[in-house]
């Protein structure tokens, strides 16, 4: 029993830059966007955060600096998508490469400038990231050890959830993104600035986006700069939100689940004669990635589909 409660605990731990990328990619498709830059915009907070954490010792300004990294990238993406109408799809994947490219870049330099060649964040920093214990919630059996005793960007990442859900599902202006994600055209006759709409949420998606990356650079690599850390969760991400049907809530669930397949490996039972090879485990989220789509593919239906607009630009003209 408590090798299960240590897995989903675990689970947890890996889970939680995926929801941090798949809350960024909502907030994009709900606004009609298909953001294929997921992965660049966390490579791009885990950049900022880890050097803004490592030069300044205050992770509050690491925070601040991930989610800004991750809205000034998605301001290339909004520019070129909203203002000059350029491929959705394109302009993702060039925004991919780029984000990689420059994070690896900044960090090789920071590196060679090193006194020792290594960039590991101060004490003060790491101190804060350990897990912290909520009291009360942390005391209650099993859930307790999987859920309440994580570190902050675990609690932030809920909370951003919840909110997400709230302003999707309860709010007016929420409620009008869903419009403009399904009609732009019919949400622009009715008085709803589009552009002003797509601007906002595709920034904002991509700042919790960068600190997701954050995560990963801060924490799963213990502290120390390593070059791509974010490692391909980017692009599951984006499929994690087909996953949670584009629900804040399900995407909780559903980074979780996908966070325990990428520490499964470490607590499968191994034999003398037999031992699955840890390559499989390392691929098994992919693989799992992929059958989602194709299942959901199969199995799609009006209500448990992405927003109609999702991927066409909007020509105000044209309506």
Known sequence: MDKIVTLLAHAVY???????????EILNEKSGHLNLGVEGMMAMGACAGFMVGYTTNNLVLALLAAFGAGVLTALIYAFLTITLMANQNVTGLTLTIFGLGLSNFIGEFMLTHSPTNNLKLPEEITAQLKNIKIPLLGDIPVVGEILFNQSIF???????????????SKTKIGLNLRTIGENPAVADAAGIN??????INVLIGGGICGIG???????????????????GLGWIAVALVIFALWSPLKAMFGAFVFGGFSVLKYYVPKFDNFAIPNAFFDMLPFIITALVL??????????????ASCGINYFREER
Do not use: D, H
């Open 213 to 231: 990356g954050a995560y990963c650079s801060m924490i799963i690599c213990g502290g120390v700069w390593m070059a791509n850390s974010v490692n």
């Open 14 to 24: 890996m889970g939680t830059p995926l929801l941090f990328g798949t809350l960024g």
């Open 194 to 199: 589009v552009i002003r709409y797509k601007y």
């Open 294 to 307: 194709i299942v959901t593919s199969i199995r799609q239906s009006r209500e448990k589909s992405m927003p």
């Open 154 to 168: 675990t609690y932030l990442g809920i909370v951003i959830a919840v909110i997400l859900f709230i302003y999707l």
